[in-house]
């Protein structure tokens, strides 16, 4: 193994024990420290950000990707208050779930407990160093960050500010950043079993996928989102129109908004004029066959209903059935996160219970899924598996338990 | 992929959207008729059992291992009453764990629901084709059965038996064993994403460590025991040697039996005989320096705290703090079940505190981290690893969970 690697994750698996028992009032001041450093150091933050930025123009990133990177005072600012406010968020830690006791006399209490050492692989984004180094550490977890080269100078810089804070309040090891930029490190981090208790990749779909094949520590899945609409055929047209407008344009970008729009028969010709009205031109349709009978559209092919666009683009699909609507949504869904537009309750009602995606909305938007508007407060990301947890990962689902279990000199019968 | 293969977990995902709505009653109806099946075909199964034995004869297998391949009348018997005790158990899904209204009338429940597909690789023993087999029945889950090639004609002929009991009841691929003996089919079943929403190795170190260094599927790592004894200078010598003998000798061969006693110094001189008197000839003792200081044992190897021998085997250590016994726990544990006895509960807390093992002791015997002992009713295994659940998997451990979110109109700001 890389030997900074090495020295970094003996260091982690070292915190982690110190983390995993520490008061949440230490964890707080060390989070309100971390605010105060970053606020004390936007002009070094900017500074180093600016290196990553004239690299990204050197290297012709995109204008997009170049506004990702980017980190100015107001940004800076925000972060550091993101920081202070998972400082006022509760504790998960050592909240009993479950308590049991059994006709021999044992207490079992099943505890809340961190998982210990995360493994964090993510892009270009600076702000993700500092969420989830602070979401981590309110949830007594240490954190091994892997960030993208693209952002290396601000990613070094805040860590730097955040360690330096924390010197006094945190052991070594509890926030640490790989530097190395060979791309073989991220495979070692991955099969690390002996130090990293879980992996969560942040990203794109290859970078996902390139750590769901190669991990041997357990991974979360997190982000994949082609989610849908399902206009029913007793929905009230108005508010599918919101919703679809919500879904798809407010933010196309990210992985809650709609990608498909599914539109029962019954209402195809009513609803889908409208939609034209409300999308074009900002959103360039795609439609089957029988959506391309109604309104004027490019056509949508397979791939297309399996294609995560993150832009202004989306299929659209008329279906004679419900039943055929969760069947699409079945076969081509990431199980992120659907939504049906019905007045009709039994309709609802089978559309929820027939979806298996982490969250299933009724007459409501589905970039509703997300840590802050659930009420988690922040969140490390969305987990599209059913594994561990599901949906916003919130402080909580950031946790393992144990079991601890009182006797009086009870041994097995 | 192998054809046969691919036909199975096709109809294992097919399947699963059927089970995970499939009411409470007809579950446990398939459950009976199972159990009367079982019982009725006692004579076949005992039949198809013997071609094993006769093989496993032939190949020389150890009498353990054979008795451990045994069916006769009496366990085939039990079997079918464990599934009838199954089907008495408390249906995990559809459970609201938690539900939270956000100000903007949005009403969220956390719905537990089951994983779907598990992809069970397992070795010898036959009575876990049914044992699996029915949890993951009762859990709305389907199996996908890997057993072992020495148990190939007694898995064929109990799948068969369930299967001809439930054709009515069940769609194709609620159960399904895999019968191809090529050692690579179960490469290919653990990297099934497309199919299979996690795999559960139960067997030995090497079945399981080959699992997790080679699923992309996620995996519950089960089973690996080296679990730990610490009497403490306040310990009760009589109730030390009580669980000593309790987590030592009653089974030594399960995964939560003891194969280290940590004793501290104050205590060591009067426990250590003790041990001795109630241990040898039974049990082979290993001791470090300390401990051959005071009694005559051959000597314990770093080697051999890590070590499992689920055998008449104990390694035996000296600590000079509770601190010392902590920190051996921490390195040499496999993070399954770990004991402290003392009359001290200052002591206790910080060693239940300290110690990130999935169950943690005060006064008891490591024996009780078992399901059935929980009172979950029956278990999957004994999880090892931080994500999903640890300790016991009961029904609800074998579950998933999805947000159900209600709205009457509303859109993200």
Redesign the interface.
């Known amino acids: 193994m890389n030997q900074q690697l090495e020295q970094l994750l003996k260091n982690a698996k070292a915190a982690a024990?110190v983390l995993?028992?520490m008061p949440t009032d230490e964890k707080n001041k060390a989070l309100l420290v971390i605010a105060d450093a970053l606020d004390a150091n936007v002009e070094g933050i900017i500074e180093a950000n600016k290196a990553d930025l004239k690299a990204a123009q050197d290297n012709g990133m995109s204008k997009a990707m170049q506004d990702r990177l980017l980190l100015d005072e107001k940004r800076i600012r925000a972060i550091a208050n993101d920081v202070r406010k998972v400082a006022t968020l509760d504790d998960p830690i050592g909240e009993v779930i479950r308590e049991?006791k059994?006709p021999n006399g044992?207490v079992?209490k099943q505890v809340r407990?961190p998982?210990?050492v995360f493994g964090i692989i993510y892009e270009s984004r600076p702000n993700v160093t500092v969420d989830i180094a602070t979401l981590c550490l309110k949830s007594g977890n240490v954190c091994v960050l892997k960030g993208g080269k693209e952002a290396i100078n601000s990613n070094k810089k805040l860590v730097e500010v955040m360690n330096e804070a924390v010197k006094d309040l945190l052991p070594v090891g509890t926030i640490s950043l790989v530097t190395v930029l060979d791309r073989s490190i991220v495979g070692e981090l991955i099969?690390a079993?002996e130090y990293v208790?879980?992996v969560v990749p942040r990203g794109g779909a290859g970078l996902i996928q390139f750590v769901?094949?190669?991990a041997?520590v357990?991974?979360?899945e997190t982000g994949a989102g082609i989610c849908h609409l399902y206009v029913d055929k007793d929905a009230?047209m108005d508010?599918a129109i919101?919703?679809a407008?919500?879904?798809k344009i407010?933010r196309p970008s990210v992985c809650n908004a709609i990608e498909t729009i599914l539109v029962h028969k019954d209402v195809a010709e009513v609803f889908l004029p409208k939609l034209v009205d409300a999308f074009v031109p900002t959103v360039q349709l795609k439609g089957d066959d029988k959506t391309r009978a109604i309104i004027d559209c490019a056509e949508a092919t397979d791939q297309d209903f399996h294609t995560e666009y993150d832009d202004y683009i989306v299929n659209i699909k008329v279906v004679d059935t419900i039943e055929e609507a969760v069947d699409h949504i079945?076969n081509y869904s990431t199980k992120h996160s659907e939504t049906i537009v019905t007045d009709n309750d039994e309709a609802a009602a089978y559309f929820?219970?027939?979806l298996?995606?982490?969250?299933?909305?009724?007459?409501?938007?589905t970039?509703?899924?997300?840590g802050g508007?659930?009420?988690f407060g922040a969140e490390l990301g969305i987990s599209t598996?059913?594994?561990?947890a599901?949906?916003p990962l919130g402080l909580r689902e950031m946790c393992?338990?144990?079991?601890?279990?009182?006797?009086?000199?009870?041994?097995?019968q």
Request: aromatic letters at 10%.
């Open positions: 024990r995993m028992k049991m059994r044992l079992i407990v998982i210990g099969t079993n208790d879980v769901v094949k190669n041997s357990p991974v979360i009230d508010m919101k919703i407008i919500n879904a407010q079945f929820m219970d027939a298996d995606s982490a969250c299933v909305y009724h007459n409501a938007s970039r509703f899924s997300d508007e659930f009420g598996q059913k594994l561990h599901r949906g393992s338990f144990k079991y601890m279990v009182y006797g009086d000199g009870q041994v097995r």
